[in-house]
């Protein structure tokens, strides 16, 4: 009975660690991305093809998260060595081919829903691979991180048409200046300084945006939404200016979990009220999902 306790903790804490080294707590807002991505061309209702492409974004994203402590090893050894890989939780090893399994996995669910979302796949590994491997030298690597997301809109729509991409043009720019503003808040971390007032204004423009659009059709459902998108992004940052000490990580924690609620803006706006929905539920089950593994 006593030798079966330690075993029973050991792989608790061994599950643990593949969870927080995937961030797991993150993946419902990719799901929202994959929604709202596919909203843009018209792809209103959730189907199969939907879900696979849903799917290979969660594993490129996990992936990546992955990919982010290996490269990051040396730096965690020093400064978290509480981290999976430092403290031996997982190995290298299998984090590695983690990496290379999850990326071959959702290339290959992308093979079967086309050409185009496959090489829009492609485009996204590159992307995630340049940003964990430059992006603690690199002051463009909140724009790298802002166009991985913005290629997971890019895919989805590639998955339902191979049409112009100018639906993803406001929406999609969007979404890159608000995550280059969540980004660049969560690289102040380990500094004294306090964060740049008008890189945090970019999280606000998708409120003016929406709420001048909305108030020439008075859609008051999706104003509300705007309303609660607003308070959020507020709220979220009053953290990191908090004295005496800031709480920078519980800011990008929540704000990531806004980017679910930036996808349900953009659903609702194209007519998905279950897409809007699913985007609220992945905004509450991100928050809740946090709780228990860190977001950042």
Known sequence: ???KIPIARSWRQTFYGYLALARISNSPTVVSNTLA?????????????????????????????YLNDLLDYALDCRERPERPLPSGIVSRP???ILVIALFAAGS???????????LSGLVLIALIICYDRWHKTNPL???????????????????????SLLALLIPGGLLVLYVIGLTYIAKTENKPSMTNVSIVATL????????????????????????????????????????????????????????????????????????ASLALLAFGLTLFLQRYVRGT
Do not use: N
Request: charged letters at 10%; one cysteine or more.
């Open 1 to 3: 009975m006593s030798k």
């Open 108 to 118: 290959t669910l992308l093979s079967y829903v086309g050409l185009l979302p496959f």
């Open 204 to 275: 606000f423009l998708p409120t003016v945006y929406f709420t001048v659009r909305q108030l020439e059709q008075l859609h008051w459902p999706t104003l509300l939404l705007v309303l609660f998108f607003t308070i959020w992004v507020a709220y979220s940052i009053s953290f990191a200016f908090r004295s005496p000490k800031r709480q920078i990580g519980r800011t990008v924690g929540q704000l990531i979990a806004g980017i679910s609620l930036l996808d349900g803006l953009v659903l609702a706006t194209a007519g998905s009220l279950l897409g």
């Open 94 to 96: 299998a984090a590695t």
């Open 141 to 163: 690597s909140p724009l790298l991180m802002a166009l991985c997301r913005l290629m997971v809109y890019i895919t989805a729509f590639l998955a339902f048409s191979g049409q």
């Open 37 to 65: 991505g596919a909203a843009l061309v018209g792809a209103l209702w959730p189907d199969g093809k939907m879900g696979l492409v849903a799917i290979a974004m969660v594993l490129f994203y996990t992936a990546g998260m």
